[in-house]
């Protein structure tokens, strides 16, 4: 199982980096974790449009989800014009407006998830974690046919259950939207502190620092994951190749 970070900038892209997204691939078979602003841009660099068939969305905040018409237009036309023989599906929180924006596009399928689901998508078993943010959000598990685990933790604040859902990952992609001290509870999110207590708790092999802020030294971060002992620890970065 072979990770692509497409993008990991928090709130808004930067210049030539794009908010969350993450293209997971094997044995040909490629799934997309979230749909950022940029993300459908750039996302082509790794892989042709119309041969992505599983775009799995974490929560609807613009940054993780505003692409999403990019995609579905990119599906729709791709049919008309012979460049495309599949439907794109579309997995997410239950939404009656985004289920309709999805199914009103031709050639688009929607699939509402929740805690309890658990979805097979080629060589992919794909379950959930109900997160702590202000709208419904999930953290996801990636189970390959090998047993590889990758988790996504999406936009939360830190919570034990999250731990649970996250022990013994191969790679844990976590959100570090703040710095060491701040409290990132109240927006929804974890601190570089908490990130480094989830990864140390839960017992994952590698760690990669995403859903990372506009302000600060980004690099402070990973410092302050590393000095609590965590050394298999690596901020996200557009392009980067994650193989787990």
Not at 33 to 43: E, K, M, N, Q, R
Not at 130 to 152: C, F, Q, R, S, W
Not at 218 to 224: G, I, K, S
Request: hydrophobic residues 35%.
């Amino acid at each position: 199982m072979k990770c692509t970070i497409v993008g990991m900038w928090g709130g808004f892209p930067k210049k030539n980096g794009p908010t969350s997204g993450y293209l997971v691939e094997k044995d040909g078979f490629a799934i997309l974790l979230d749909a950022g602003s940029g993300v459908a841009a750039h996302v082509q660099n790794y892989i042709e449009l119309n041969k992505l068939h599983h775009l799995f969305l974490s929560h609807y905040h613009y940054d993780h989800s505003v692409d999403l018409g990019a995609f579905l237009f990119g599906r729709m036309i791709g049919t008309y014009i012979d460049h495309a023989d599949k439907h794109l599906n579309v997995y997410g929180p239950k939404d009656k407006s985004i289920s309709q924006q999805v199914e009103n596009t031709r050639f688009n399928t929607f699939h509402p998830y929740d805690e309890n689901s658990a979805i097979k998508a080629g060589p992919f078993t794909v379950t959930f974690h109900k997160n702590t943010h202000p709208v419904e959000t999930y953290a996801m598990k990636i189970t390959d046919n090998e047993g590889k685990i990758l988790v996504y933790t999406a936009d939360s604040s830190y919570r034990k259950s999250l731990v649970k859902f996250s022990e013994n990952a191969d790679i844990l992609i976590t959100e570090c939207s703040h710095y060491a001290g701040e409290d990132a509870e109240k927006l929804g999110h974890m601190n570089a502190e908490e990130v480094a207590l989830l990864a140390e708790k839960s017992g994952v092999k590698k760690v990669v620092l995403s859903h990372l802020p506009h302000y600060g030294k980004v690099d402070e971060l990973l410092q302050t994951v590393k000095s609590a002992g965590i050394e298999e620890a690596v901020l996200a970065e557009t392009g980067m190749e994650i193989e787990v």
